[in-house]
């Protein structure tokens, strides 16, 4: 599982199964503290992995390093550093010879790793015409939604990263953390 960032009693029927749990960084929408506690509580044989940053705000099992990949009795899982306004890690791994990449929360996919992937978990936030539309029009939105918006990855450079790196046309895009607003 990668991120908890919603209500423990709907992650709990789909923990049953669960191994290991990923996290990606330390925002609410990809951490529910109440949900990562019950989850150590009630699942303590899943093992939790995330970066520094997530180890210092949270309990986990293992800190994983960009480049330094964790070996564990099932998975080699291998991050890779995203680009946000905290530390944010995407993720790959390989399940029954298929490869396995997932990101989000990131402007840019410039240090995922390059290979070819048959499952590929990336966001895909913002259509850039909708959110240049937005562009200094924070009291409209009564935040700034342009810059709020570039801390995240557009569907055109998910689609770009998509077929670059997929390893066939059916490979699977999952496209994950679509804006309301701007996608
Ligand atoms: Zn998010
Ligand atoms: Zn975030």
Redesign the pocket.
Known sequence: MVDCGIAFKHLKPHLYGVKYLLLTHI?S??INPTALRNIRKSFPHIRVIGNYEVGQHFEIDHIINAGYPIDTADYTFEAFECVHDVVTYGYTWDYNKQSIIYA??TSTLKNAPIRKYDYLFLESNYDPIKLELARGKRQQFGYDAYAGGLRHLSRNDCEAFYYMNRRSAKSPLIEL?KSSRFY
């Open positions: 925002h929408d990809h989000t929360d953390h």
